[in-house]
């Protein structure tokens, strides 16, 4: 490829990067995949080759949240941490995990609380729900778990006006590494213990 046209690629990654942060800081959109098509669409990229990777996105979306939305950010994550610590006390008997945008603090304004659970009976889950009169929707996700794509049921509902979003795994998977969806990258996630320590560390910051 001729230098010029590897410079207009690499000027076009660059824009697509920024302009899809801004559409997930701003927007409240939180699937990678679709800020980077948005974006470039907006700016009318032809090539599939300068669509930037998530890692990019998401260090340029901190940079974003930290110039414009300092601040709001700060209290955003804390607040859907606390949120989150809750949901898990919640379903302890399913030994969560937080994983996604609260935990790793680029959460939007919009961002949902995302939860891994791990039981041997996913209809529990789902008995637990009805029990305490709370609707909810099922849907089957493609996720990857170990080296392996698999269908996994995410149940979604209402907490205290945040959207939950519950992974829903056999027990066994507990301990396998689970990775993104195009598998580039690990997938942070945290047990209730972790969580309470982000949550000392957010107060003491204060």
Do not use: C
């Amino acid at each position: 490829m001729p230098k010029e046209n590897r410079q207009k690629l690499q000027l076009m990654r660059a824009r697509i990067t920024a302009a899809a942060a801004r559409l997930m800081a701003e927007d409240g959109i939180v699937d990678y995949a679709l800020a980077k098509r948005k974006a470039a669409r907006q700016l009318g990229a032809a090539s599939t080759h300068a669509l930037p990777d998530n890692s990019e996105i998401e260090d340029a979306l901190r940079s974003y949240q930290s110039l414009y939305q300092g601040e709001e950010q700060r209290e955003r994550i804390g607040l859907l941490r606390e949120l989150a610590l809750e949901a898990m006390q919640a379903f302890a008997d399913f030994r969560p995990y937080l994983n996604g945008s609260i935990l790793n603090g680029t959460a939007g304004r919009y961002s949902g609380i995302d939860l891994q659970l791990f039981t041997d009976d996913a209809k529990s889950v789902e008995l637990f729900l009805l029990n305490r009169k709370l609707t909810y929707e099922v849907a089957d996700e493609r996720h990857r778990v170990g080296d392996q794509a698999r269908d996994i049921p995410v149940l979604r509902l209402d907490w205290e006006g945040v959207a939950l979003n519950l992974a829903v795994y056999p027990s066994k998977d507990e301990r396998v590494t689970m990775r993104s969806a195009s598998g580039d990258r690990l997938i942070e996630r945290a047990d209730i213990d972790a969580v309470r320590e982000l949550l000392a560390e957010d107060w003491a910051a204060k």
